[in-house]
C-alpha cells in the first residue's frame, strides 16, 4: 500500500484479495510453514541466529529510518514489502511467486505521506501477522499485552526460530533484524529467546511525537473511511497504532489503558497520545531499571539527537548492534537525516499544558537514564 498520485492510499486489488485469504486460512498457512521448514529442514540447521537485532518503539519516534540504516549493512536481513501477504511461508513465496512485485518498480512515497520512499525491495514490519496468530490477544487493550522472561509458547518459538532463518536464507544474511513497535513489551521475553539479541528504542520529544501520532491518525481515519480495504489491510498486518481501529498497547495498567481509550473516544487526541507515551515509556524504563542484563541488551535514542548529531549518534548505535560502519559510510549515512520540515506541532495554550503536564515526568526519566538534558 502507497499513496496515490491523487493524494491519498492506493490499496491494490489483489493485495487486498490475497491478504483477505492468508488472513482467513492462517491455520493452514501455519501448516505451510511447517512444511517449508521441513522441506529445507538441512539448510535451515546450518544458519545460526546470531545477535539478532530489534528495532522497537511508539510510532513516529524514527523506527523507519532506524530500520531502513541497518538493512542498507552487508549482511543484515530482514523482511521486506515483497514478502507480504504469504509471511508464514517466506521461501516458497520468494522463490515461486514473489515476481508478482516488479523489480523495477519505481520508488513511490508510503502511505504515511512522510515523504519516506519504498520500493518491493524496501525494509518493512511483518513480523507482526506471526505474533498475532500464536497470541491471539496480544492487541485486546483490555488485558496484559506484555510477554516477559516467564512466557512459554514452545510452539511459537520453534516456528519463529526457523521463520527468522529462512529470513536470513533468502536474503542471504547472517544478522536477522526486526522493526516491531509492539515487540517494546516483549523485549524480556526476546532476550530470553535469543541472550545475545540487540534492542534499540527509539524515544522522541514528545510534543513532536504527539503531533506526528495525530497528524497520521487523523489522514489513516480519513484513508479508511474512503477505501474500508485500507483499515482491513491495516488490522491484517497489525498496524493499530493509529486510524479506526486505534488501540492502546496494555502494559499491565488496565485502569490507564481504558483512560487513554476514553480521551481518544472524547476526541482528546493530544492528551490521549501523550498520556500514551509516558505510559509506554514510563513501561520501558521501569523494566530497564529492574533487569541489569535487559538494560545492557537495550539501546535509547533520541530522535532529535539522531538528526542533530548523526555522525555521533550512529557510531554510538552500530557499537551497541555490532555492526561494522566505516567513516565515509557513516558520513554518506549521516547526510540522509535531518528533523522534518513539512509540518510543525500547531497545540493551543491548553494541547502544550496536557502534553507538558502528562509527559514531563517521564521526559525527565529519560534525561536521567541518558545521563543528560533532552531539552
Excluded at 513511490?108 to 515523504?115: G, L, N, Q, V, W
Excluded at 515509556?281 to 535509547?300: K, P, S, V
Amino acid at each position: 500500500m502507497a499513496a496515490s498520485p491523487s493524494g491519498g492510499m492506493e490499496m491494490p486489488g489483489w493485495l487486498d484479495r490475497l491478504g483477505g485469504f492468508v488472513e482467513r486460512t492462517g491455520n493452514l498457512w501455519r501448516r505451510l510453514g511447517d512444511l517449508e521448514s521441513r522441506v529445507f529442514a538441512a539448510d535451515l540447521e546450518a544458519i545460526p541466529i546470531d545477535r539478532p537485532i530489534y528495532v522497537a518503539g511508539l510510532a513516529r519516534a524514527g523506527t523507519t529510518i532506524l530500520l531502513e540504516l541497518l538493512a542498507s549493512r552487508p549482511g543484515v536481513a530482514t523482511h521486506r514489502y515483497r514478502d507480504y501477504p504469504p509471511v508464514f511461508t517466506p521461501i516458497f513465496w520468494n522463490r515461486a511467486f514473489a515476481h508478482i512485485h516488479r523489480k523495477d518498480a519505481p520508488p513511490t512515497e508510503r502511505a504515511h505521506r512522510d515523504r519516506i520512499m519504498v520500493t518491493p525491495d524496501s525494509p518493512e514490519a511483518f513480523e507482526e501477522v506471526l505474533w498475532m496468530h500464536f497470541f491471539p490477544d496480544l492487541h485486546d487493550p483490555a488485558r496484559s499485552n506484555v510477554l516477559d522472561r516467564d512466557t512459554e509458547h514452545p510452539a511459537f518459538e520453534r516456528f519463529y526460530r526457523d521463520h527468522i532463518r529462512k529470513i536470513l536464507l533468502i536474503r542471504g544474511g547472517t544478522r536477522y533484524l526486526s522493526k516491531g513497535n509492539y515487540n517494546l513489551t516483549r523485549l524480556a521475553y526476546l532476550l530470553r529467546l535469543f541472550p545475545d539479541a540487540r534492542f534499540l528504542v527509539p524515544v522522541r520529544d514528545p510534543r513532536w511525537q504527539v503531533a506526528s501520532l495525530v497528524k497520521q491518525h487523523r489522514l489513516f481515519c480519513r484513508e479508511e473511511e474512503r477505501d474500508p480495504r485500507i483499515l482491513a489491510h491495516m488490522r491484517r498486518v497489525g498496524h493499530f497504532e493509529f486510524g479506526l481501529d486505534l488501540r492502546p498497547i496494555n502494559t499491565g495498567d488496565t485502569p490507564r489503558v481504558e483512560s487513554i481509550r476514553a480521551l481518544w473516544r472524547e476526541g482528546d487526541l493530544v492528551r490521549g497520545f501523550a498520556r500514551y507515551w509516558a505510559m509506554l515509556y514510563g513501561f520501558l524504563l521501569d523494566r530497564l531499571a529492574a533487569d541489569a542484563t535487559l538494560r545492557a541488551h537495550t539501546l535509547l535514542v533520541r530522535y532529535e539527537d539522531l538528526c542533530d548529531r548523526a555522525e555521533e549518534t550512529l557510531t554510538r548505535i552500530f557499537a551497541h548492534v555490532e555492526l561494522p560502519l566505516a567513516g565515509e559510510e557513516r558520513a554518506r549515512a549521516a547526510a540522509r537525516l535531518g528533523r522534518p520540515d513539512y509540518y510543525r506541532p500547531s497545540f493551543d495554550a491548553a494541547e502544550e499544558a496536557a502534553i507538558a503536564e502528562e509527559t514531563g515526568g517521564t521526559w525527565a526519566r529519560i534525561a536521567d537514564h541518558l545521563g543528560r538534558a533532552v531539552a
